[in-house]
Structures are given as structure tokens and as C-alpha cells.
């Protein structure tokens, strides 16, 4: 299923904007990109694709973590294009064969841009990453957590010891929650505690914590990194990701023996986080004693307020000017929180259960699961069973 939409409206915006521009004009590229950059940041896009085909080069922006097509511009007037785009990147234009990155230089107060290119069947393309500005300020409150998930992990990060792990797919917002939770320490021990970061790559730099990127081709790993972190008498630790069992055995060394440690997990929930984890080699009575919680999350978009009531009471997107035609407009943020310290689940994970059996356990902890949460989004109007169906891959009313 292609995730990749086409407004008539977005298309007809853009068009309208490059109308006055001609091909013949000596800084024809420049406008392009110029247009393009803004055009793009006010549509909210997180990002712009630039995309080499058989008939041309294909614009598309991510808007609310979906792509959705523009435009495609004429194959020389693309390459123009995304060439002018390395010359605002300082990358070599002659250099089409291999990939390059770089990011725009920018006067302060400026977001953050960044771009890559890649080449392919058709030719070189380019992402160019646009970092909103106002996402750097987020506090945990700000986050979107469903107020019980705030409040369990709030509590975990007033712990002295041991790991809460943040889950979902890329793009659901887990780097943007562990900053979150990074300012909330900041603000409340006022350089009480040392908070270090081992990270891969440093996205956001927050004052007050001491933050590392990992440098691989140098034998600076996660794993070496955070070994000899641990020796750096820090408080509270986070590391960016745990990918391998190298890694997450020593960050449950580093949460058993008196740090806090925060960090990130790839997996669907958090049910199948503890499984995958235990997978790994991680001996269940490790998870049992060092896990403080987990959160597994989901960004699904917002119904645009021109949404119609569909024939079984829930709201259908439809599209306006305000929402360029898309019908949706904005994101909500869906969380899941598993206490791995509930004495059923407890029983579940020394007993080193499948997945449905921790399922079954979470439920009997309390855990509202991710889907709950999204019936409830669904039947409150704020999406759409077809969002959450996209977001979740699926949507049971159980
Ligand atoms: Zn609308």
C-alpha cells in the first residue's frame, strides 16, 4: 500500500507560488529553492523529498509523518534544483556518484536544516530535513502523554536507579519524549544531579547535560561509550538506542548498580519491547529488577475541523483550504505504560512468557494498550479509523 497521497489542493498552493518564476531567468534555481524551503515550512513539513523518476524529478513533503506528492518538476529544472540545494550545503555539485550530507548554514534563530543525497536508478536524490524550531522547547506536560503515562513516568525519573525504555517505530517521537525527559531533570535538580547523554546522533542540544556522540569508525560505540561513562560517576544516563545485546547488557548493569538510565527501543509495544529484550539475552530476573517502566508510542494525525460524521457515528476525513485538502491537520500523540514491577507481570517475566501471555498480564496490571487508546481517539472524533489503521496497523474495538 503506497502511503504516498496527492492533494489537488497542495499541488494547486505550490503552483501558484513558482508561477511567476521562469526557467530562463538567470536565478531561476535559487527562487525555486527559496520558495520551495519556505513553502515547505509552511505547510509544516518535517521534511522535503526530492525524488528522480523516468518522467521528471517528484517533490514530495512529509506533512504530520505522511508524504504527500507536490509536485513533479521537469528532469533538467530537478537537477538544477537539488544541485543549488549542495551549493546552500557546501557539498561537491560535481559529485552526483556517491551519497553526501551537509546542512545549510543559518543565521541564528534560524531551525536547523539539514540534507542528503542519494544516487539512484534515475539519478541523484535529496532529502532535506526541516527541524521545527519550537520542538526544541518541549517539556514533558507539552509532550502529549496521556495524563497517567506523565505521571507514571515522572515518578520513574525521581528513581536514583534503574531503565525506562521508550518503544515505537521510527518517527513516532521517542527522541523528542527522552529530551523531554532530559529538561524535566534539568529544571528540577539544578545541577544536582550529572546528566549524560551517549548519543548517535546529538539532534537537540539541551544546556545543563553533558551530551556525547558516538564516533564508530573510531572505536567510540555505544557499548565501549557507555562503559567507560559508567565510570564517570554520572547520575542519570541516556542512551540513544539500545540495538544489540552488547549494548543492552551493560546499560542493565548500569541501572542495577545506582544509575538512572533512559533509553530507546525498537518495538511495536511494549509487550513485544520485553519480549525482544529477553530475546536478546537479557536474564528475566535482569528485566524484573532493573526495568522501572516502559512507554511504547504512536503520532496518528488530527481530524481537520471540517471532518463529516461517517454512517456508524465516527468522523471521516474530507479536506479544506485551512488543511490544504488533506483533512487532517496536526498530531496526537498515543501512549502505552507497562509497570513491569506489577506483581503479575512480574510473575510473567521471570517465567520468560510470549508475547500474549504479557499481553494478558499488562491488561491485569492495568496498561491502557495503544489500541485502547486509539478507540477512545476514534470515538472521541480527534482521528480517524483509517489514520489509526495507518499509524497502528489496526484498529479493534474489541
Ligand atoms: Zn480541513
Known sequence: MSRITLSQQLQAAWRSRIAAFSPSDADY????????LQSAREQRASDIHLLPEAGGVTIHWRIDGVLQRVDQLPDQVGRRVISRLKVLAQLLTYETETPQEGRI???????ETRISTFPTMHGEKAVVRLFAGGERYVTLVDLGWPADVTDSVSRCLDQTAGALILTGPAGSGKTTSIYACLRKLVAETNGGRNLVTLEDPVEVVIPGVTQSQVNPAAGFTLTSGLRSLLRQDPDVIVVGEIRDRETAMVAFQGALSGHLLLTTFHAGDCCQALARLADLGIEPYLLRSGLLGLVSQRLVRCLCE????????????????????????????????????????????????????LRSAARESGTITLNQRAVNAVREGLTSRQEVFRALGEFSEE
Not at 534555481?29 to 520551495?36: Q, Y
Not at 548554514?105 to 531551525?111: A, H, K, L, S, V
Open 306 to 357: 471540517c471532518a463529516v460524521s461517517g454512517s456508524d457515528g465516527t468522523r471521516e476525513p474530507v479536506g479544506c483550504e485551512e488543511c490544504v485538502g488533506l483533512g487532517y491537520r496536526g498530531r496526537l500523540l498515543l501512549a502505552e505504560w507497562l509497570d513491569p514491577r506489577h506483581p503479575a507481570l512480574g510473575r510473567a517475566i521471570l517465567e520468560r512468557a510470549e508475547v500474549n501471555v
Open 29 to 36: 534555481a535559487p527562487k525555486l529553492v527559496d520558495m520551495l
Open 105 to 111: 548554514r543559518r543565521t541564528d534563530g534560524e531551525p
